[in-house]
């Protein structure tokens, strides 16, 4: 199949050839050629074996797919009822698992295949799938269940990388310049396949994006949607993804203090009530702040009024306090809001700021990230570098 039309690939093409006989399908698709000892073999190895519950399906797996796969390494454990194409271009690690109802598939000429290192975890009903591209999973990676990765370019899942359930990695389109040939028949729009950095955790539900590359030891959050590129040390959450922090490089023996400025908790300590004033904020305008003190003031205010929304929505035990060293995603401490809590209340606070000072300003943008303290670390920082950017804009007003 070298140097074959890529469009002679796809699955809807195959067999929709009326020049194939329906076994040629078969065997270009599910076998890889048309050689009749292939087919034999791919049949005789799989028959009743693939679909075999218990302990003996497990032993029979191991010792007869070996002779199915291009590599096998030792001590894997394919589960029951896993679907298979092409698998003389699949490697496998060593003590690799992968759990029931799994499909390994793969399309193209002899340069694609899938290869999965060792120590891997495929999680149950996950689909790895290429077509006319490569996928590489590394040593230790972790992927849940109902998970799809495809890919029509090279993907990379990075070592020690954690792939939670029902993810999508490697999304991608047809083309859709024609409006006279289906879509489903133009070419696919190739980015170049998706690289998920060493260590990095990308959460529950997420999907990323063909073309995307995510750093190392980056994180992303459950549900996001990463349609650009995300870079190491990061979190990002939403849809799209943007990024909300920078995770703090490990240092041995690194200890860092800071000097409380504007009310600190200590035992029995109660809130600066000049740092968090009540009464009248309501009525202040733009056009009545007229000088750094008042703007901070709102701004404080202005934080105190999410702080009440977002507790509303958590349990008693997660809810922020107010006070300055009062963490909201504090790292190195392992203290406060979750990535999902933080974006939302991020979101909330950049709307109260509009509704507050009638501007609008992104929280996290390039200066927010380029801190050498995040601004999210506690109540403090994040009032503190709200009160900066709101008396900036005044003066740029």
């Known amino acids: 199949m070298a140097g074959c039309d890529r469009r002679e690939l796809g699955y809807v093409a195959v067999t929709l050839d009326e020049s194939r006989s329906p076994l040629e399908k078969y065997q270009e698709l599910v076998v890889g050629n048309r050689n009749l000892w292939s ?80 120590n891997v975890f495929i999680g149950r009903n996950s689909q790895i799938k290429t077509r006319e591209g490569k996928i590489e999973i590394e040593d230790f990676a972790n992927v849940g269940t109902f998970c799809r990765i495809a890919s029509i370019g090279r993907t990379r899942i990075g070592k020690n990388a954690g792939i939670a359930a029902y993810c999508y990695i490697g999304m991608s389109n047809h083309k859709t310049d024609s409006t006279s040939t289906p879509i489903i028949f133009q070419e696919m729009d190739n980015r170049g396949g998706v690289d998920i950095g060493d260590g990095t955790w990308v959460g529950a539900g997420s999907k990323i994006h063909d073309g995307v590359k995510i750093g190392a030891g980056s994180i992303v959050a ?24 920078r ?99 991020i979101v909330t606070v950049e709307q109260k700021i509009e509704e507050e000072f009638g501007r609008s300003i992104n929280l996290t943008d390039e200066r927010a990230l380029s801190q050498n303290h995040s601004p999210f670390t506690n109540i403090g920082t994040l009032a503190r570098y709200m009160a900066e950017i709101l008396s900036e804009e005044k003066s740029h007003g």
């Open 39 to 118: 087919l034999l073999k791919y049949e005789m190895l799989t028959l009743g074996v693939s679909a075999m519950p218990g302990l003996p399906g497990l032993l029979l797996r191991r010792w007869l797919y070996p002779r199915l796969f291009k590599r096998m390494g030792r001590g894997v454990i394919i589960g029951q009822g896993i679907s298979v194409r092409q698998p003389g271009k699949i490697s496998i690690g060593d003590n690799t698992l992968i759990d029931d109802y799994c499909s390994l598939s793969v399309r193209g000429s002899e340069q694609a295949g899938i290869e999965i290192g060792n």
């Open 222 to 245: 459950a549900g996001s949607v990463v349609h650009q590129d995300i870079p190491e040390l990061c979190i990002a959450a939403g849809v799209p993804a943007r990024i909300l922090a």
């Open 247 to 345: 995770r703090r490089p490990d240092a041995l023996g690194e200890t860092q203090h800071r000097k409380p400025t504007m009310g600190t908790k200590d035992a029995g300590a109660a809130v600066n009530e000049d740092w968090w004033p009540d009464a009248g904020r309501q009525e202040m305008t733009v056009a009545s702040a007229r000088d750094g003190v008042e703007i901070r003031e709102r701004a404080a205010y202005v934080l105190r009024r999410a702080i009440d929304e977002i507790n509303q929505q958590l349990p008693k035990e997660k809810q922020l306090e107010k006070f300055d060293d009062a963490p909201i995603f504090d790292k190195r401490r392992g203290a406060g809001l979750d990535s999902l809590v933080l974006l939302n209340f």
